[in-house]
């Protein structure tokens, strides 16, 4: 079965050399020419953990953008068997981002909108968020963000669930929204918004499977079922390494198809495996 995966990215020079990550880099033991990898290694790392697809994200904050909407669009464009792009807009700037968006979703390599919370030091439900929730739901494209505690030392507030999404879910009740990198240590509050919200989603981003939170593998196989999706946080974690114990979660086969593929491919209107 192709998998899908739903963070990745193509790592800019300007990006890795941001001074947040050299936690990320030192818990990963990289340094930062370890990640900034040309697209050819990326399709080689998905292919050897049979992975379809990669969804490939923009980056952008305060100071502009650290991975550009353009260059995700160049790096799809290489492959677009095997890529699609989340792009990203500038929260101080909304009628900006209101534009940016409307203007891209007409192509059909892009399948989201990216806002990293942290990066900001702005919550999702942070009224600037408001025109970008808006937009994604006149033009149909999911709001992926970060949900949990941060790798970068930055506050982890910003990801909260409740009551930061919450708020985004009760405002908006037709945007659906994928939260991703698990959420802990929060995931009483993740399994609330599953259970509470249908268009509410989480992602494994970040985690090798064999270190996910046992509540997360419960949630993923219970009432969260088509409900969770596989991601990497690709080049930080490789895909064969974030999927190495799957076949030790004791998961049955449908738990396993929903989160490698299905449910990503529903959300994101992906096509069905090679």
């Known amino acids: ?47 050897e953990a049979d992975v379809d697809i990669a969804l490939l994200s923009a980056w952008h904050g305060p100071t502009g953008a650290l991975i550009s ?8 464009s290489t492959r677009p068997d095997r890529f699609r792009a989340l792009i990203s807009v500038d929260l101080h700037r909304p009628s900006d981002a209101v534009s940016t968006i409307r203007e891209l979703a007409s192509d059909d390599a892009v399948v989201g909108v990216r806002v990293v919370p942290w990066l ?10 408001y025109p970008v929730h808006a937009a994604c739901v006149e033009t149909g494209l999911p709001f992926c963000t970060q949900i949990g505690h941060t790798g970068p030392l930055r506050s982890s507030e910003t990801g909260r669930p409740i009551p930061h999404l919450e708020r985004v879910l009760l405002d908006f009740p ?9 959420g802990f240590p929060w ?14 989603y989480v992602d494994s981003s970040a985690y090798a499977v064999h270190r996910l939170p046992t509540a997360f593998v419960d949630l993923a196989a219970g009432v969260g079922r088509g409900r969770v999706m596989f991601g990497t946080n690709h080049p ?3 895909a064969a390494r974030a999927l190495e114990g799957l076949p030790h979660l004791g998961w049955g086969d449908d738990v396993v198809a929903a989160f490698l593929s299905t449910t990503a491919r529903r959300v994101f209107d992906l096509p069905d495996p090679r």
């Not at 899908?4 to 990963?28: F, G, I, N, Y």
């Not at 037709?174 to 698990?182: D, I, K, Q, R």
């Open 1 to 47: 079965m192709g998998a899908v995966d739903v963070w990745a990215q193509q790592v800019t020079p300007r990006m890795a050399e941001q001074p947040w990550m050299a936690s990320l880099l030192r818990w990963t033991r990289q340094d930062s020419r370890d990640i900034v990898v040309p697209v050819e290694r990326t399709v080689a790392t998905m292919d």
């Open 187 to 200: 995931l009483d509050e993740v399994t609330s918004l599953v259970l509470k919200f249908p268009n509410f």
């Open 120 to 129: 900001w030091d702005l919550p999702p439900d942070d009224r600037l968020y």
């Open 236 to 238: 930080m974690l490789s």
């Open 174 to 182: 037709e945007l659906v929204v994928v939260g991703g990198h698990v």
């Open 69 to 76: 909407n353009d260059e995700v669009l160049d790096a799809v």
